[in-house]
């Protein structure tokens, strides 16, 4: 700590102290802002006081104010706030475990925190600081026009604070910035957070878990949000070094005594032997700590019922069948006996979970309405069998008949919703494949889908000259953004770009007008457009320089997505439902959904990736996602948890355990 500034006038501290605490404090804004001035430095208020009203509604008064100072002018506001008599009691590495602020003290005004840089949003404190001085956003504290950040940027920092508050505002917070916003400023929150390096802390405190997966500082900012101990603190940090060095900084900042906090502790500054002492009982109790967390990661976890009914949505293939085929064989490989209940009509669904060595209850049925109701009967012969219901279709025809799972794999319309509130009674869990989809299903549990087991992609390097091969793999669609991708291949050989499109996959579910003009956009290519038809996606993948999923129609997950990520292979997206949470907070490249402009300037940054080795490191990023979210290993371990807790109260599972 410093020692005491200039000689305070006699009777100032104390009539200062007189104030109601919201008019000092707002005076020490204006004292701050203006010795700032002085010393030609450029800080934001932010937090307290200097909060828009908003979000200030209802919060209280704060007990000090927080100011962000410009990373180039923090050693002459310092010295400004020092020569102003302002005490310095803790040092920026030891203030916190982000290292990112120091606590001053005015014997008139009270606290000030002086942050470098803020926790969640210090990729680059430069650029942040810049970005959020940028809208130029000024209010009026103690008569001093101080500026602040605009009110996007406000309701990002609060977020981002509340992911580690721990004085109890957080709900509240919470509340405020992202439950009272509509659905633009929420988008204009994320769209900031992406561009500063923040997603992960915004969509945690937020309820979207899937998001974060994989992103900058994950299991630090999960380890703040659930108010661990320091010691699982520290352990997420070391999860979180991406680099033996980084571990090996860790590792020693664990290791020192935080003389800043012991000298507040004691009320002194330490002794030798005061910081020894502190030392040993500091590991005492952080080995102490270690071995609970090791014992309760050990607990067993139960296997789960020995027979479990899985019914199908649809008697043929589609996507939510696939998944109901991948769940079922992750059933039997925890020791589950499966029946897998399906109608006769269509009988692909029976066929292939036969093929799979599955015990099949095959209903005669031909139709919807009558395999609803064969479902019924069944499922009234057999209540007491735990009942995976796959789809919206079975979770109605079985509604409060015995123990059920309600597995969504599409967004409810809104002409279902009525249904699903009917469909869902009873139910021990309503899983959806997305936080996207569950944001429009309360109560749900996220339960993201994942693929088959998927190797590396074997790629022969493209050689100079060469056209880029722009792949892309599904239903040949104007939901699917067929039509946009066309217009973006188009754009980028307009600008001289000599691009391929490569097509797998086949027009199914279309309609009469969109197919028209996925017709007319692709046919204006010419020759430039290669239609591959159904192949396999590791073979496809291996074949392309870029794959595009540009759909138009939210999607409720993006397993193509997926798969990219597994193979391997440098991918773009549009912004459509769930396919930037499958991609990741730290995928560069996302597109506007039906924008081809958007999109062509995407494709365009992905391939000069490829040359600057952009792509590559992107790629690598995508496969270490694909091995920690959407492995079927980790499909597994979801299910296994979701099974063994059935009885339990209903909450999300921790992607971090999976």
């Excluded at 030609?40 to 932010?46: D, E, F, N, Q, T």
């Excluded at 828009?52 to 410009?70: F, I, M, N, Y």
């Excluded at 600081?129 to 605009?150: H, I, K, S, Y």
């Excluded at 993006?558 to 769930?578: H, R, Y």
């Amino acid at each position: 700590m410093t020692g005491p500034g200039p000689e305070v006038p006699a009777g100032t501290a104390a009539v200062a102290q007189n104030l109601p605490r919201a008019v000092l404090l707002r005076l020490a804004h204006g004292c701050l802002e203006t010795i700032a001035q002085g010393a030609g430095a450029r800080i934001l208020h932010v937090k307290g006081e200097a909060m828009d009203p908003l979000l200030a509604e209802g919060r209280g008064t704060s007990t000090d104010c927080d100011v962000l100072v410009h990373p180039d002018d923090l050693d002459a506001f310092v010295a400004a706030l020092r020569g102003a008599g302002w005490e310095q009691r803790t040092h920026f590495a030891a203030g916190s475990v982000f290292g990112h602020a120091a606590t001053f003290y005015s014997r008139v005004w009270g606290t000030v925190d002086v942050h470098r840089h803020f926790p969640g949003l210090d990729r680059d404190a430069r650029r942040t600081f810049e970005v959020l001085a940028a809208p130029g956003a000024r209010t009026d504290l103690g008569g001093v026009a101080c500026p602040v950040p605009d009110l996007t940027g406000q309701r990002l920092v609060m977020l981002v604070h509340a992911a580690r508050d721990h004085m109890g505002r957080r709900a509240r917070d919470i509340e405020r910035a992202w439950g009272t916003a509509t659905d633009e400023e929420r988008s204009a929150v994320d769209a900031l957070a992406r561009d500063l390096g923040a997603l992960v802390p915004i969509v945690l405190v937020t309820g979207r878990d899937e998001l974060a997966a994989g992103g900058r500082d994950e299991h630090l900012w999960r380890a703040m949000l659930r108010d661990a101990d320091p010691t699982a603190v520290w352990w997420a940090r070391l999860r979180d070094a991406r680099t033996a060095p980084a571990a090996l900084r860790v590792l020693a900042q664990a290791l020192r005594v935080n003389r800043d906090h012991l000298a507040i502790r004691l009320g002194h500054e330490p002794t030798p032997e005061e910081v020894r002492r502190d030392w040993w009982e500091r590991w005492g109790r952080a080995l102490r700590r270690t071995r609970r967390l090791l014992g309760a990661r050990r607990a067993p976890v139960a296997v789960g019922p020995p027979r479990i009914a899985i019914a199908t949505n649809n008697g043929d293939i589609g996507g939510g069948e696939v998944m109901l085929l991948v769940i079922a064989d992750a059933l039997a490989e925890l020791g589950a006996a499966v029946t897998v209940v399906a109608p006769s009509a269509p009988g692909d669904l029976a066929r292939r979970a036969r093929e799979a060595g599955h015990d099949v209850a095959e209903l005669r049925a031909d139709g919807r309405l009558a395999w609803m109701l064969a479902l019924a009967a069944w499922r009234i012969r057999h209540r007491r069998m735990p009942l995976w219901c796959n789809g919206l279709v079975p979770s109605l025809a079985t509604a409060g008949l015995g123990p059920r799972i309600v597995h969504l794999h599409q967004q409810p319309s809104r002409a279902h919703r009525a249904a699903l509130a009917l469909a869902r009674r009873g139910a021990r869990r309503v899983l959806v494949p997305s936080s996207s989809v569950a944001s429009t299903v309360p109560g749900a549990t996220v339960l993201p889908n994942w693929t088959r087991d998927l190797a590396l992609a074997h790629r022969t390097p493209r050689t100079a000259g060469s056209p880029p091969r722009i792949g892309f793999l599904g239903r040949l669609t104007r939901a699917k953004g067929v039509e946009d991708l066309a217009r973006a291949v188009a754009i980028l050989r307009a600008d001289g770009l000599d691009a391929r499109l490569v097509l797998a996959g086949e027009n199914r579910f279309g309609d009469g007008a969109g197919d028209g003009a996925v017709a007319a956009a692709l046919g204006a290519l010419g020759d430039a457009v290669e239609h591959r038809g159904w192949v396999d996606p590791e073979e496809f993948l291996a074949e392309v320089d870029v794959a595009v999923f540009p759909s138009r129609a939210p999607e409720s997950f993006g397993l193509v997505a997926a798969e990219a990520m597994a193979c391997g292979v440098p991918f773009v997206v549009s912004d459509a439902g769930a396919l930037p949470e499958v991609a990741g907070p730290e995928h560069p490249w996302i597109a506007r959904a039906g924008d081809a402009a958007s999109l062509a300037a995407t494709v365009r940054r992905a391939l000069e990736g490829l040359e600057d080795g952009s792509a590559a490191a992107s790629a690598a990023r995508g496969r270490q996602r694909w091995e920690k979210c959407f492995s079927p290993s980790v499909g597994r371990a979801r299910v296994r948890r979701l099974v063994a807790g059935l009885d339990a109260p209903t909450t999300p599972p921790d992607p971090e355990d999976a």
